[in-house]
């Protein structure tokens, strides 16, 4: 029989995606294990060996889809990060035609509602263990994923400021103003159902109280800067 012509030939089959979208599963499957171990044991004591076993993958998995152990714990505090303030969000936040006080308050709410709500995810558990005891891949996380969201903070902030980008009080007043969302994140959750319930109660309260206390000092810290600058 004679070869078929090339030009008649059929073209192979595109490549199939399911091994890409099962690399991408198994992927994800370790960094949410990953995100449990780290968040029970903390990364000195968390192992290859137990992740992949929960993940129920090879124990080469964790080399292969992150490079190492270490590597893998990066991801986990930007993913960690990622699920308490998703960058996305406040781009389409801060974007939006809203008064700047509305940004502010559409971003504590998704705050608020991480911090203080009834999500039992391992994210909270491994970003106070990183804030105590702040390890060597603190840096990663601040580059890949505080950085970014803090530039989009500093807009809004300065907004409702009012104050030029190079103002000490725009960053101090931004500082200022996350505090309270770190102290509702590293809450245990029997003091704030036991000792304060009205931090779990009514989320948007919560979130309505914590914005009129931000903009009151916002606006005194503004005050402050306004005046000392017309004194100049």
């Known amino acids: ?14 490549p199939s995606r399911t091994a890409r979208q099962d690399g991408d599963a198994t992927r994800q499957t370790l960094l949410d294990m990953a995100g449990q171990v780290f968040a029970e044991r903390g990364f000195a004591d968390a192992t290859s060996k137990e992740i992949c076993s929960r993940a129920g993958t090879n124990i080469a998995a964790v080399n292969y889809h992150f490079g190492g152990r270490e590597q893998l714990y990066e991801a986990v505090l930007v ?7 998703r960058l996305e969000e406040m781009q389409a936040v801060a974007g939006a035609e809203l008064a700047p ?34 390890t060597a891949y ?12 803090a530039m989009v903070m500093l807009g809004i902030v300065s907004e409702i400021l009012d104050l030029p980008p190079d103002s000490p009080g725009l960053q101090r007043g931004l500082f200022f103003l996350m505090a309270p969302c770190l102290s509702l994140l590293m809450a245990p959750r029997a003091m704030r159902e036991d000792v304060f319930p009205a931090l ?3 989320l948007d309260a919560l979130t309505d ?3 009129s206390y931000a903009l009151a000092g916002l606006d005194a810290l503004a005050a402050r800067y306004r005046k000392a600058h017309s004194e100049n």
Do not use: F, N, Y
């Open 209 to 211: 109280d914590l914005l």
């Open 138 to 149: 603190a840096p990663a996380l601040v580059h890949k994923a505080i950085a970014p969201k």
């Open 101 to 134: 006080h509305q940004k502010l308050r559409a971003i504590l709410r998704g705050v608020v509602q991480r911090a203080a709500g009834p999500d039992a995810h391992w994210s909270a558990r491994v970003m106070i263990r990183e804030l105590l005891a702040p």
């Open 200 to 202: 779990s109660d009514d």
């Open 1 to 14: 029989m004679l070869p078929m012509p090339t030009s008649m030939r059929k073209p192979s089959p595109a």
């Open 79 to 85: 993913e960690a990060h990622h699920h308490l303030l």
